[in-house]
Each structure stands twice: as structure tokens, then as C-alpha cells.
């Protein structure tokens, strides 16, 4: 471009820079140079203006500094961020680089309890950290509220670790007066791995989530099989609404057994979710989920309902009646609502209480003993039957069968197998039923599956079993065809 | 007043109000030029060099860390072929 310029005897050039003023002030010009030339190529004249245009750059700074950087704390926001990781990807593709997210452990709770002010020195504290510790051409960014960002080189995931370490020692050392606690999810990439930004960091976003499945983890790693399972758990969320309209959802009836005469005594409710592409899901596969997003409550509530109508339908038959059991969630715990809807469906299938039997597990008891009991006992007083499941998978259950008001115990799978294997375990398991014998408690045995297992409790004096050695769970039509 | 005279006052009204300083060196005829707003802001009446850096009294001018952004665009044509 010059030499055309210079071919036709004139050029112009511009220049912005600074200027120091007679004041001694700094001011920011625009000098432009107007050549023109001899035939030699020499300068023959220069005119040249220079203009004042320190507003104009200050401004545009200033707004670049707005569209690059965090105003709280100073450090790069994700749009920066992104340019310098694509730049670092693009220059440095010869490494290996770890995305790392990173937030801060209940940071709501800290703005509550100490106020916002102090929340936001919190964190300029972890930018000032992040500072301090992340070197060029490694670098960070705050992605939104208290969530951070680290992109950096590594050569072994043994060097993240300790980098990790070394920065939560760091954040940890403050005069607030409480602890930082920060919780990291990690993506590492190999030199091969050309990945969009945000793919990596959502992949190092996902890590962090399987912290919140363990309190002594403070440090997760993606990997697809999580990644996976998490992709199935939000297929299953995303449908599990529409399967409840379209009553996807099918209850399974397990009957129990009269250990001494055979006869039924009882049905267990079991959910099974009959899909219309992926065919019967087992409850393995959606009651765990269930139970952490909270919707077990309107299942529960749906099989609840779903018992009631079969209860009424062999009442109307003329059959035997027995309590048939039903699951009865945590989320019910907190649910001051549980006696009304009970109640509601008893008259509205023109039931009495003792018709249900509620299903309640032990480990319940750990965060709720209180509350719990409290509720047991007016359901109790109302005239349900109430089972605690699972029983011997926690660590209370002596203290619990004195303590709680409950009919019916049910000893778990898991326990009876074990038990069954040594001597000292038929010991715990004969004395366990003894004990419940004495204290007016029904003992109802679960996953009761070989003859080994009926001989048992039997000499055992069990009352109930339920398992498949006498009956598989199954639809409400298969159950019908049962005598009883 | 001749058109000439009245012409120069016109520029330089326009100068000042735009705070536009201009300036001229014509290296053929040893004649320099700097319109007063450049004495009055910087406190050096004359621009002997338009590579500021070139000349002792302007020199001091350019602030130090620009330097050398000011100084590339006054490249003579046979420095910037060498390159």
C-alpha cells in the first residue's frame, strides 16, 4: 500500500499515541503526516495536524475494559475468557489442558447469614488468589455469581491435583472468619482434543455435579459414563410428567404369604413404568432419581390411589381383605398435607384405614427422628397400619423398635441373606423375630427365595414372607386370577 | 486586510476551534511551520522533524512506551524496504 503511495508522489500515514503536555499531563493524539515526495523518493514536505483524542480512547478503553473484564472483581469474564483459551488452544496445541470449575460451597447461605458486601469481598478474595496463582499463558475467568474458571496446561492429572490443593490452601487463608470451602469439577483434554470452550468447561461443569453425590469430595474428574448416566436421568425427568398423565405408570402387586398355612395375608405395591418405546423400567432405574427430584410424591401418590381402587374392586368381589402396603416417601415426612390426601381417597373409595398399610424404611430415621414419630403416631391413631422396610439396613434398628410407633417389621433382603450364611447371624435373625414376638410386632420376611430360607423362618416362628419363592411382583389382572 | 491575511486568520480561528494543532515542514526549502496551539500545549515553538523522537526539543514529547508506535509510521521509504 505504501509503495502505490509512494509511487504517486504523496502518502499519508496516522499515528495514536501519547503525548506528554507542558502540564506534564498525558494526552492521547492522532498525528497525521501528509508527504509529499521528490522523483528520488526523498521527503520533499511534510503537513501534518494533530489532534486531541484522549475522551474518545478513554471511552473506548473503558468499554473494552466493561466488555472483557468482571467489574467486581476485576478478573476476565467468559467472553475473554473463551478468545484467550481459543488463542492458548490454537498456539499451545502441543499440550494437554484441564478445564477446571470451581464454585463456592453454599455461597447463598454466606451472603444471607454476613450480608452481600461480604459475599463480594469473597469474591475479590478468590480473584486475588487466582491472580496470585494462575501464570500466563494459563487463564481464569468468573462465569457467573460465585462459579470460576481455570483453563490450564498439565502434564499429569497428578499435577491438577496439587495445583488444586495448593489454591484451596490458598483461598483458606483469610481473615472473614469462616471457612471458604470450594468444590472443583475438572475436564481434561490430550493434546488432540481441539474442543470448544464451552463444551469443555460444561464438561467441567458436569464434573462438579457428582460432588454433591459425596460431602467428602471436594474434587471430581468427567468422564462419559457419569456424563451418560446423567444424559438417561434428564431423558427420564423430561418424561416423567407426561408418563404420569398417560398413566405410563403400572402398579405391580407382591403378595405375602401366611408362613404356617400359606394363605395371602397381604400385597405389597410395587411401580413399574411401562414406557411405550423403551418398553417395562425397572424401578431401580427411576425411584433413586425420583427420590432426589421429588416427584416420588406424586408417584407415590398415584400408586396410593391406584391400591385404593384395587382394594375397592375386590371389596366389591367379595374377596378376603387384607392391608395391602404402600411406600410412603421422606418427601411425605414434610408434607403436612399426608393425612388429608390419605384421608381423601379412603372416603373416596369408601375405605377404613386399616385397609393400607404404610411403608416407612429406617434410614428415615436419621434425619427426622422427631418429626417422624410424631407423624407415625397420628397416622397410627387414625388406624393405619404402619411397616418400616428395610429393617436391619441401618444402625438403630434395636433402638428404633423400642422407641417408634410401627406394627409390622420387615426384615430386609440384604440381612437375611448374610444372617443366613453363619450360625452368629441365625442367632441375631431368631432372636430379632423373638423380640418383635414380645413387643406385639408382626414380622414380615422379604426376598424370601429358596426352600433354605422358608425352612429358616419357619423354625424360626416368622409369621409372613413375602419373595419369589412364593410369588413374583405382578400386574393388578395376573394378581386377580390368586386365590383369596 | 488582503484575502491572504484574512484567509490565514480564518485558518487559524478554525484551528484553535476545532483544538486542531497543524503543521508543516518542507524539507526542500529549510521552512517550518506550527500553528500556536503546539507551543501553547507542549512549550516547543517548532517542529523541525516530523519523527518527533529525531529532534532534541521534541523528543521529550512522545511518551516513552509509544515510542516506537510513533516512530514506525515516519519511516523513510528506503528503512521500511529494509525491513
Known amino acids: ?197 464451552n463444551l469443555m468447561c460444561d464438561r467441567a461443569a458436569l464434573a462438579k455435579r457428582r460432588i454433591k453425590d459425596n460431602a467428602m469430595q471436594f474434587c471430581a474428574f468427567y468422564d462419559e459414563e457419569y456424563r451418560n448416566e446423567i444424559v438417561k436421568n434428564s431423558q427420564i425427568e423430561a418424561e416423567m410428567e407426561r408418563a404420569l398423565t398417560e398413566k405410563q405408570f403400572v402398579m405391580y402387586l407382591q403378595p405375602k404369604f401366611n408362613l404356617e398355612n400359606g ?117 397410627q391413631e387414625m388406624g393405619f397400619r404402619l411397616e418400616v422396610d428395610d429393617f436391619g439396613s441401618g444402625y438403630s434398628s434395636l433402638n428404633m423398635l423400642r422407641n417408634v410407633p410401627v406394627d409390622v417389621i420387615k426384615i430386609d433382603k440384604g440381612f437375611l441373606d448374610d444372617t443366613l450364611n453363619s450360625e452368629k447371624g441365625k442367632v441375631v435373625i431368631r432372636h430379632t423375630i423373638a423380640m418383635a414376638k414380645e413387643l406385639q410386632l408382626q414380622i414380615i420376611a422379604e426376598g424370601v427365595e429358596t426352600t433354605e430360607h422358608v425352612n429358616f423362618l419357619r423354625g424360626s416362628h416368622c409369621d409372613v414372607a413375602q419373595g419369589y419363592y412364593f410369588a413374583k411382583p405382578m400386574p393388578l389382572e395376573e394378581f386377580n386370577k390368586l386365590k383369596f | 486586510m488582503d484575502n491572504h491575511e484574512c484567509m490565514e486568520e480564518m485558518y487559524l480561528a478554525a484551528v484553535r476551534q476545532l483544538r486542531t494543532i497543524v503543521f508543516e515542514i518542507n524539507y526542500a526549502t529549510g521552512h517550518t511551520y506550527a500553528s500556536p496551539l503546539f507551543e501553547e500545549y507542549f512549550g516547543v515553538k517548532t517542529i523541525y522533524n516530523e519523527d518527533f523522537t529525531k529532534d532534541e526539543a521534541t523528543a521529550g514529547l512522545v511518551y516513552r512506551e509509544d515510542m516506537f508506535s510513533c516512530i514506525r509510521p515516519c519511516l523513510r521509504r528506503s528503512e521500511e524496504n529494509g525491513l
Open chain 1, 263 to 379: 394363605e395371602i395375608v397381604g400385597a405389597e405395591v410395587l411401580a413399574r413404568w411401562k414406557h411405550p418405546t423403551k418398553g417395562m423400567i425397572q424401578p431401580d432405574d427411576f425411584i433413586p432419581l425420583f427420590e432426589r427430584n421429588g416427584f416420588i410424591i406424586k408417584l407415590d401418590e398415584y400408586m396410593w390411589e391406584e391400591a385404593c381402587k384395587a382394594i375397592q374392586g375386590w371389596r366389591k368381589e367379595g374377596r378376603r381383605q387384607f392391608p395391602v402396603s404402600v411406600n410412603v416417601s421422606r418427601y411425605h415426612i414434610f408434607n403436612r398435607n399426608i393425612e388429608q390426601i390419605l384421608e381423601r381417597l379412603l372416603e373416596k373409595y369408601e375405605l377404613t384405614p386399616g385397609a393400607l398399610s404404610l411403608e416407612i424404611t429406617e434410614t428415615m430415621f436419621f434425619d427426622n427422628a422427631d418429626d417422624l414419630y410424631y407423624l407415625l403416631k397420628r397416622l
Open chain 1, 1 to 197: 500500500m505504501y509503495q502505490t503511495l509512494f509511487a504517486e508522489k504523496r502518502g499519508e500515514r496516522t499515528v495514536i499515541c501519547r503525548f506528554v503536555m507542558k502540564d506534564g499531563s498525558i494526552n492521547w493524539y492522532r498525528v497525521v503526516l501528509q508527504y509529499e515526495l521528490l522523483d528520488t523518493g526523498a521527503v520533499e514536505k511534510v503537513i501534518g495536524t494533530m489532534k486531541d483524542v484522549s475522551d474518545e480512547i478513554r471511552s473506548s478503553a473503558a468499554l473494552q475494559y466493561h466488555r472483557d473484564y468482571d467489574s467486581l472483581t476485576g478478573v476476565p469474564n467468559i467472553q475473554r475468557f473463551t478468545e484467550e483459551v481459543n488463542r492458548l488452544l490454537i498456539w499451545d496445541n502441543g499440550h494437554k489442558h484441564a478445564m477446571i470449575v470451581f464454585d463456592v460451597e453454599r455461597f447463598k447461605m454466606i451472603n444471607d447469614l454476613y450480608g452481600m458486601r461480604t459475599g463480594d469481598l469473597v469474591l475479590m478474595h478468590i480473584a486475588d488468589c487466582l491472580k496470585e496463582t494462575v501464570t500466563a499463558p494459563d487463564t481464569y475467568c468468573r462465569m457467573h455469581s460465585d462459579v470460576f474458571c481455570i483453563c490450564m496446561t498439565y502434564e499429569t492429572k497428578g499435577n491438577i491435583i496439587r495445583f488444586i490443593e495448593k489454591f484451596k490452601k490458598r483461598l483458606e487463608e483469610n481473615t472473614f472468619g469462616f471457612e471458604i470451602k470450594t468444590s472443583y469439577g475438572v475436564y481434561l483434554s490430550d493434546s488432540s482434543d481441539l474442543m470448544e470452550v
